[in-house]
């Protein structure tokens, strides 16, 4: 309680930062398809908190309400399987100048699996390369904002699909690329030997008492 009270200024410092600039979609369960959503879901999930950045989730009922309103990226986890009135909200969210990151499959059917036109979120003009090799990502222009897609990514040789280490660190490195062209860069971003980001999503810019400019990061053991 002591500490609290004496750093009561750098505890407020944390509690006025800016909220989550992004959204991550969150379709409503339709098997067997939903484990394929969590399954990318989950390693961008964790990749966001290790390069630094929060994101918030937006329900299929919420993102019928506005929620994307609020946000600047729309990050879409392999949700193939949106209703039409979900996908023409995230459509007019791109085509309105904002920027979705697609991992994995395109919104190409609804909740019933019935095929529709999701060629706006298909390349129309010119197609920048982001990742090469095997598993590509691109990025290109749809209507007036931007889409990031990676596509494909290394899955297990078992033959259950899953996808490998190899997977999430490809999907880590898209969402750092495609947030460090949309977003504001983080103050401070912490590398391990690999040169990977790992766990800075604590610090915030802060001036103290003699009015000099630092940085402050809150820690906690495992």
Do not use: C
């Amino acid at each position: 309680k002591l500490d609290i009270q004496r750093l009561l200024p750098q505890v407020s410092a944390f509690h006025k930062r800016p909220g989550a600039q992004m959204v991550l979609l969150y379709p409503d369960p339709v098997a067997p398809r939903y484990w394929e959503y969590f399954a990318f879901n989950d390693p961008a999930n964790r990749a966001l908190t290790e390069i630094g950045y929060t994101g918030d989730y937006a329900s299929e009922k919420s993102v019928a309400q506005g929620r994307l309103d609020d946000y600047q990226v729309l990050v879409m986890p392999a949700a193939n399987f949106i209703r039409d009135e979900t996908f023409e909200k995230v459509k007019a969210f791109v085509d309105g100048g904002k920027t979705a990151i697609v991992l994995g499959a395109i919104p190409d059917q609804n909740e019933y699996s019935q095929p529709r036109d999701a060629s706006f979120f298909k390349p129309r003009g010119p197609v920048s390369e982001l990742i090469g090799g095997a598993f590509k990502a691109v990025k290109f222009s749809a209507g007036k904002g931007t889409v990031y897609h990676l596509s494909e990514v290394p899955r297990s040789p078992d033959g259950r699909n899953h996808l490998t280490q190899e997977s999430a660190e490809l999907i880590q490195d898209v969402l750092e690329l495609a947030l460090s062209e949309t977003l504001p860069a983080q103050p401070v971003v912490i590398r391990d030997a690999n040169k990977r980001a790992f766990i800075e999503n604590r610090t915030v810019a802060y001036t103290n008492p003699t009015g000099e400019k630092t940085y402050l990061t809150y820690v906690v053991n495992d």
